[in-house]
């Protein structure tokens, strides 16, 4: 059976090969959404090796965080903006799905990514994710539990203010922004857990921090922090 399908496979390769999302080469049987050698160019962080990084340090003084981390380093017309444009605007969910199996890797080598209960998708508004048709982060999680057996739940955290986009507005704004944007269903199911939150890239950090605030408010839990990019 399995040779059969291989069969199958090999063959609708051969008339609709899929190509690579950032050179657009086609791909090679054993490659995914991204060829090997564009993956290797990605820049990546250092965060999932050092406990002090570049995005924990986002949240010193804000809120209290176990650990943080993103796994690759955003630059403007670069590699990872192309694949997170696919992802947010393109019906990108085989990529998020794809740069979640990427974060899953880097979370099983990782010292400090550990005893986790749950995977929490930062929610997009009702009506946006309506009118986007999904919420990327729902995918980018799809991928991490692809690799780490891991419960999530996309129910409890929701999403209660259609905000304006953050792209253009400053840090302070960003904030205010955010803070009121969430709320909890309930509370019970979440006592004494430690929550891993996704999102698809942290800048200032207002929205990861507003999500933050509202699970710490439920006693005993403990937050981590994961993204594809920090800008």
């Known amino acids: 059976m399995k040779k059969i399908r291989s069969f199958f496979e090999d063959l609708v390769s051969l ?11 086609n791909l090679l049987k ?4 991204v060829c090997i050698l564009c993956l290797y160019k990605i820049p990546k962080t250092n965060c999932f090796k050092k406990k002090e990084n570049s995005v924990s340090q986002i949240f010193w003084g804000r809120v209290q965080i176990e650990n943080a981390a993103a796994l690759y380093q955003f630059h403007k017309e670069g590699s990872i903006q192309k694949l997170i444009y696919q992802l947010k605007y393109e019906d990108g969910k085989i990529t998020g799905i794809f740069l979640g199996k990427q974060i899953g890797y880097a979370i099983k080598e990782s010292p400090f990514f550990c005893n986790l209960d749950y995977i ?9 994710e309506k009118l986007r048709g999904y919420n990327q982060s729902k995918y980018i999680v799809k991928g991490i539990q692809e690799i780490i057996n891991i ?11 259609n905000t304006d986009s ?19 269903k309930q509370t019970d199911q979440l006592q004494n857990k ?9 800048t200032t950090g207002a929205t990861l921090e507003a999500c933050a605030q509202k699970l710490l408010a439920v006693k005993g839990v403990k937050v981590s922090i994961i993204t594809i990019a920090v800008v």
């Open 15 to 25: 008339f609709y090969p899929n190509s690579c999302g950032i050179c657009g080469k």
């Open 166 to 184: 953050q792209t253009r507005k400053k840090r302070f704004s960003r904030w205010e922004n955010m803070m009121n944007s969430f709320r909890l």
């Open 120 to 128: 929490i998708p930062v929610p997009l508004h009702p009506k946006k």
């Open 151 to 161: 419960e999530v739940n996309t129910e409890l955290l929701i999403r209660t203010e």
């Open 30 to 33: 054993d490659e995914d959404t």
């Open 194 to 202: 430690h929550i891993l939150l996704v999102d698809d890239v942290v």
